[in-house]
């Protein structure tokens, strides 16, 4: 593009160069056309020099080099459906920590009556045609409670601006107040619908579609009737089921335990009698006592975490998740993941060794998967789920190691908003601590699923997300981590 301009421009300036020459002949009482050799130069000028300025081969070899500059890069660049799945993340991001679509925006991450979750240092307005494609990506859908809310913000930018228009700009007022006035006759709220539709014919009144759906409207109206029983009318007028703690929307702060569990938590330096934590303990906090869920501070280094996340960044792909007997994508887990042996680098060997050492588990194949590393983007996030199989038909048992017992996740880096491990039932949450590692137990020691470990990944607000998670099955841990006395333990 930055070609493309300073060679358009140096165009436009011989265009310019002759354009003035020309006026300044055709200007000149002087120049009279008895005068042979203007009379020659006018003609020619008429016939041969305008054509070759108006008809120039230049314009269209610069174009055609935009063009193909464009299509070196285009496989690098996104696609429809990165640009779908962004303006679905800017809604998950509303729906779970509360934001106004007016706030967002104009660039403002905030709750009503909170103080803000995210303060960027440049804040960033969203155009009223960025607004338009959220809200048509909702509408494409059928979801019709956040089309109403992003196409009402999209239809007011465009009204404070309408007459002007930007080159890149894709939509319009009309094309914003006609899906606007659909969804809210899909939400049964048919005199809006009507009111923008009448305001859509004040700006294309030959739009014979549109005269045709308000004469509709208006004999709806008379009628008494309604579009109520054609879609899911709670979905329209209510916000989907919350999937996460209400914490969750207020920041990394959990609500404090239960007194007596408070006298039970601490921090300590841990060396689990193992001689590879003699010289250096780990640095662990218990977090809760049920589930048991412990954080260790300082698990790796930044170097570590670099490694780790340069070997798995060729690699990223599109997580999956699995369904029944197959693994497959889903919205509700929207990240890139990548799976390192521990022969891919000294680093992975050496942390396999550390956490080994720490939890006091044998991680040697086939007891333990390979380490997987994810990336979650904007508005990554991973909806409540167990980490261990809850059916002896998941993919987890071709391990031939039994279900998984234990999970270790380690933060690679750290985000500036967002992004908590939630504990659903266990009403607490977690945030991302950069360098640390947070383990729970996932069965209970009768081998049972622990219900308490439901847990989510809270979407990205704000920054770059990087895990790596290690799950560790039961098979090998009979004597490392034994049955209780209590068979309901």
Request: aromatic letters at 10%; a neutral charge.
């Amino acid at each position: 593009l930055r070609s493309y301009l300073r060679d358009e421009s140096s165009r436009l300036r011989r265009l310019r160069r002759f354009h003035e020459k020309v006026q300044a002949l055709h200007q000149d009482p002087e120049a009279s056309v008895d005068n042979p050799l203007l009379a020659f130069s006018l003609i020619k000028r008429l016939h041969s020099d305008w054509p070759n300025i108006i008809y120039s081969d230049e314009a269209a070899r610069n174009t055609q080099a935009l063009h193909a500059g464009l299509r070196e890069v285009e496989q690098e660049l996104p696609g429809a459906e990165d640009l779908d799945g962004a303006a679905r993340a800017l809604m998950r991001l509303q729906d779970v920590y509360a934001l106004s679509v007016k706030g967002l925006a104009s660039g403002i991450f905030q709750r009503a009556g909170h103080p803000p979750l995210y303060s960027p240092s440049r804040r960033v307005s969203l155009s009223a045609d960025d607004c338009f494609h959220v809200g048509k990506v909702a509408y494409d859908t059928g979801d019709f409670y956040h089309s109403i809310a992003w196409l009402e913000e999209a239809a007011s930018l465009f009204r404070l601006s309408y007459g002007s228009w930007n080159l890149e700009d894709r939509s319009s007022l009309e094309d914003a107040l006609d899906h606007l006035a659909f969804s809210y006759f899909m939400a049964g709220n048919i005199s809006h619908a009507l009111s923008l539709s009448r305001e859509f014919l004040l700006y294309d009144p030959s739009n014979q579609r549109v005269s045709r759906n308000v004469a509709k409207y208006k004999k709806l109206l008379e009628k008494g009737t309604g579009a109520r029983g054609r879609w899911d009318w709670q979905r329209c007028h209510g916000p989907p089921s919350p999937l996460y703690p209400p914490h969750a929307l207020l920041g990394p702060f959990p609500p404090q335990p239960a007194p007596e569990q408070l006298l039970r938590l601490s921090c300590s330096y841990e060396t689990n009698s193992s001689p590879y934590l003699i010289l250096q303990p780990a640095k662990k906090e218990m977090v809760r006592i049920q589930p048991y869920v412990a954080l260790y501070h300082d698990f790796i280094t930044d170097a570590e975490a670099e490694t780790i996340k340069g070997l798995a960044g060729p690699w990223l792909q599109r997580s999956v998740v699995a369904s029944g007997d197959k693994q497959q994508k889903a919205e509700y887990r929207i990240s890139k993941s990548a799976w390192l042996k521990d022969t891919a680098d000294p680093v992975v060997r050496a942390l396999d060794r550390r956490i080994a050492a720490v939890t006091g588990l044998d991680l040697r194949p086939p007891y333990a998967e390979y380490l997987q590393v994810v990336n979650y983007g904007l508005g990554g996030h991973y909806e409540p789920h167990f980490d261990h199989a809850t059916s002896m038909k998941s993919p987890l048992y071709r391990m031939k190691s039994g279900n998984r017992i234990a999970t270790i996740m380690i933060y690679l880096s750290a985000v500036e908003a967002g992004g908590s491990t939630a504990f659903i039932y266990a009403n607490f949450s977690v945030p991302v601590v950069k360098n640390a590692a947070l383990f729970w137990w996932n069965l209970r020691r009768n081998g049972n699923g622990d219900g308490d470990t439901l847990h989510a990944g809270c979407p990205v607000l704000a920054g770059d997300k990087w895990v790596a998670n290690k799950w560790i099955h039961e098979h090998g841990q009979e004597f490392r981590r034994p049955c209780s006395a209590d068979p309901q333990d």
